[in-house]
């Protein structure tokens, strides 16, 4: 069965790249520029984690997370939304993930802190693989 890929973004500190790598499916590096200027062929997973600065007109969002939503076909591709945040943020938590759900209509698969549990890796497995089963038969 084809895996449904997860395109993510992680920072320096790699927390989210630590959980991407751990899904044991085909994962895909926005801070890589290859990886950021390509367009998925199929169904393709968003991971993304949130962050907000001292900025009002800040929303939280990676730079590279949009630059990459800008080819009409890659939102048209997306079939939902995991999101990695921590919750001292408070009203902010998860801001980007709920952000990209709300303007692309897809819904928010997952959200976990930092670099999650073991419970949480095991989860969205069992969500990566629900879709994989959804989506085997689809077509861009
Ligand atoms: C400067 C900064 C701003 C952040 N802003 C938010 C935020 O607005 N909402 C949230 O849920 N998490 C926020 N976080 C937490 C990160 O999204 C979280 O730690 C995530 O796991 C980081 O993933 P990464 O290490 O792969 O970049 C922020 C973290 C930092 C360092």
Known sequence: MVQVPVYYFSSGSGMVKLFATRLGRPVFDLGNRHVRRSVPEGPWVLLTPSYKTGNPDNDALPEP???????????????????????????????????????????????????GTPWDLERAREILAELDARYSHVEG
């Open 65 to 115: 997370v949009r630059r990459f939503l800008r080819h009409p076909l890659t939102r048209r591709r997306l079939v939902g939304i995991m999101g990695s945040g921590n919750r001292n943020f408070g009203a902010h938590y998860q801001a980007a993930a709920r952000q990209i759900a709300r303007a692309s209509g897809r819904p928010i698969l997952f959200e976990f802190e930092l670099q």
